[in-house]
Each structure stands twice: as C-alpha cells, then as structure tokens.
C-alpha cells in the first residue's frame, strides 16, 4: 500500500493550496480517508476525514469554513482544498487511510500513512 501525499508548498496568509493523496496497492473505495497535520512540537492532528463514498465527512474546528476534503474513487484520490491559510496552518500534512468509519474516528485507527507534504504559510 502506498499513499503519496503532493500539493505542499509556501504560500502568504490568505493563500490557498490543494493538497493531493494518491493511493495505491488497496481498493481505495473501501477505505475511509483522512488528513493530518503535525506541527513542531506538537502531536498529529485531524484535521479533515472523508467515508469511503464520500457521503460523509468530519472536521476538526481549526478547518472549519476554510478547508474542504473531496475524493475521486475512480482516480483513487483524495484531495484537500485550503483556503484563507494561517500562520498556524504551518505544518507537515499527512493523509491515512482506514477501513472503519465514524465521526471523529481515531488516529490509531488509520491504517496506512503517508510520508507528508510540507505546507508552510508566511504572515
């Protein structure tokens, strides 16, 4: 299983990115999706998670009204759009994969990572 994190970079406060997971080496539309952050110092976060149809998602609060997550199961895809960047979104962004779902599923229960992308925003 391979998930493949692109789309990072250095953007201005109010910028946006797209970030792109491309998974392979699993049927991807039985698995459940998510993205993390990890900022220095700190723990792994959620930050946005995806069902396996895409018929439902789950956000931390911190991505609420400025990032949205959508996945092309026929590209075997996920995505997520970030708009209106904060210093604070500073971090290495990671997507996983996992076979269950729920609101509010546990890190620990992903159980494929990706290596991350770098996503730096400048104030």
């Known amino acids: 299983v391979q998930l493949v994190e692109s789309g990072g970079g250095l953007v201005q406060a109010g910028g946006s990115l797209r970030l792109s997971c491309a998974a392979s080496?699993?049927?991807?539309?039985?698995?459940?999706m998510g993205w993390f952050r990890q900022a220095p110092g700190k723990e792994r976060e959620l930050v946005y998670a995806?069902?396996?149809?895409?018929?439902?998602?789950y956000y931390a609060d911190s991505a609420k009204g400025r990032f949205t997550i959508s996945r092309d199961n026929a590209k075997n895809t996920m995505y997520l759009q970030m708009n209106s960047l904060k210093p604070e979104d500073t971090a290495v962004y990671y997507c996983?994969?996992?076979?269950?779902?729920?609101?509010?599923?546990?890190?620990?229960?992903?159980?494929?990572w990706g290596q991350g992308t770098q996503v730096t925003v400048s104030s």
């Open positions: 080496g699993l049927t991807f539309s039985n698995y459940a």
């Open positions: 996983a994969a996992s076979r269950f779902w729920r609101l509010g599923l546990p890190r620990d229960e992903y159980e494929y």
């Open positions: 995806i069902s396996n149809s895409g018929g439902s998602t």
